[in-house]
C-alpha cells in the first residue's frame, strides 16, 4: 500500500494577543474571499477589509484574546496540538497539523509530509459541519497549496460529520457530566453565517429558504447547507441525550451587522429565557470541536455576563470536545477506516 497520512484542520489563531500579530492574523482571515465574500471588486474588498474592519476590530479582538490566553499560547492551537498528539498515540500513519490562518500552516505541513515520502494524505477538517467560510475554504486551501508544492500527492477528504452517529456520541459523552447538573434549560449555540451564503450554496436555488421548513424537508441542497445540518446535529443530540423538547433550544452567535444572518441570535435568547423564569442554563456549541475565542470570550465570559445582567443566575459553558477521550476514539476510527483501506 502507498504510505498513507493524516491531516488534521483547524481555523487558526494569532501568534499572540498583540495588536500587530491580530491585524496579521485577521488581514490573512477577513482576506479570505469564502469568508469575505461580498459582491465588488478585489481592491474594493480589500479596502473593506483592511481600511474599514481591521482599524477598527483589531484592539478590541486583542483584548478578547488577551483575557483567554495562556501560558503555553493560544488555546484553539495547544489544544489541537494536544487532540494531534493523543491521535497519534493511536495510529502508526503519520498525523499532521495545520491551521487555515496563521501556523502551523498548511503549506509547511505539506512540505512535511512529501518529505517524509507520503502518497496519499486524508485531510480531516475539524469542522462538524459544511460551510463555505470554513470547511469549503480549508478543503480549497490545502488542494490549491498540494496542486502547487506537491502535485504527486493524492489529497482526499472526509465529510462533514454532523449526523455521524459515533459523533454524537462523543458529544453527548462529553457533555453528560453537565446535563446531569440541575437546569432549566440547554442552550445550543452555532456560529451564524449570512442567510445569502444558504441561497449560494443550494445549486437548485429552490430549496433553502425557498421551501417552508427547508431544514425539515430532505434535499439533495443539504449536503451543503450549514443550517441544516446543524438542525440534524442538535436533533440527533437531544433524541440521544433524552432531551425534554420544552428544555432545549437552538440559536446563532457571532454574526456581523450589515445584511441578515441566520437567527434566532444567541444573546437575545439569554434576555428571552431568562424572562421566562429559566435563570439555570447549559450553553453547548458544537459548531467548534475546539475551545477558541468565540467559545470561551464570547459565551463563557461574555455571554454569562449577559446572561446574569438579563436576570440569569446560573450559566455554565459545556466545554468543546476537545481531546476528550471519546473524540479521539471517533477520529481513531474514522481515520483508521480509511488508513486501513486497500
Known amino acids: 500500500m502507498p504510505k498513507r497520512a493524516i491531516l488534521l484542520l483547524n481555523l487558526g489563531s494569532p501568534d499572540s494577543p498583540a495588536v500587530p500579530d491580530v491585524k496579521r492574523y485577521l488581514r490573512e482571515f477577513l482576506g479570505d474571499e469564502r469568508v469575505i465574500d461580498r459582491p465588488g471588486s478585489k481592491l474594493l474588498r480589500r479596502l473593506l477589509v483592511n481600511g474599514i474592519i481591521i482599524p ?10 488577551s483575557t483567554i490566553w495562556t501560558a503555553a499560547g493560544s488555546p484553539l492551537v495547544v489544544t489541537s496540538q494536544l487532540t494531534q498528539a493523543a491521535l497519534q498515540k493511536r495510529l502508526t500513519a503519520p498525523v499532521e497539523l495545520a491551521m487555515n490562518y496563521g501556523r502551523p500552516a498548511i503549506p509547511d505541513a505539506l512540505r512535511r509530509l512529501a518529505a517524509s515520502g507520503v502518497e496519499e494524505l486524508l485531510l480531516f477538517p475539524q469542522y462538524p459541519h459544511y460551510a463555505m467560510s470554513s470547511w469549503e475554504t480549508v478543503v480549497a486551501k490545502v488542494h490549491r497549496e498540494a496542486a502547487r508544492l506537491t502535485p504527486t500527492l493524492k489529497v482526499v477528504c472526509a465529510p462533514p460529520f454532523y449526523a455521524d452517529p459515533d459523533y454524537i456520541d462523543a458529544l453527548v459523552t462529553s457533555a453528560r457530566p453537565f446535563l446531569d447538573q440541575p437546569h432549566d434549560h440547554l442552550l445550543f449555540s452555532y456560529h451564524s453565517i449570512p442567510k445569502r451564503h444558504l441561497t449560494k450554496g443550494d445549486s437548485s436555488k429552490a430549496h433553502c429558504l425557498v421551501v417552508p421548513n427547508c431544514c425539515d424537508n430532505c434535499s439533495p441542497a443539504h449536503a451543503t447547507c450549514y443550517q441544516a445540518q446543524v438542525t440534524r446535529t442538535t436533533r440527533l443530540f437531544a433524541q440521544r441525550a433524552g432531551l425534554d423538547p420544552a428544555r432545549w433550544s437552538l440559536a446563532f452567535q457571532s454574526r456581523i451587522a450589515g445584511e441578515p444572518w441566520l437567527t434566532p441570535y444567541t444573546d437575545f435568547e439569554y434576555k428571552r429565557l431568562a424572562a421566562e423564569g429559566r435563570t439555570r442554563i ?3 456549541t458544537p459548531a467548534f470541536v475546539t475551545d477558541c475565542l468565540e467559545t470561551l470570550e464570547e459565551i463563557r465570559v461574555r455571554g454569562a455576563e449577559e446572561f446574569v445582567e438579563a436576570g440569569g443566575k446560573s450559566f455554565t459553558h459545556i466545554p ?7 473524540f479521539i476514539d471517533f477520529l481513531a476510527k474514522r481515520t483508521g477506516e480509511w488508513l486501513n483501506h486497500p
Not at 477598527?56 to 484574546?65: D, G, P
Open 56 to 65: 477598527f476590530r483589531a484592539k478590541n479582538s486583542s483584548h478578547a484574546y
Open 282 to 284: 447549559l450553553v453547548i
Open 320 to 326: 468543546c470536545l476537545n481531546d476528550h477521550p471519546a
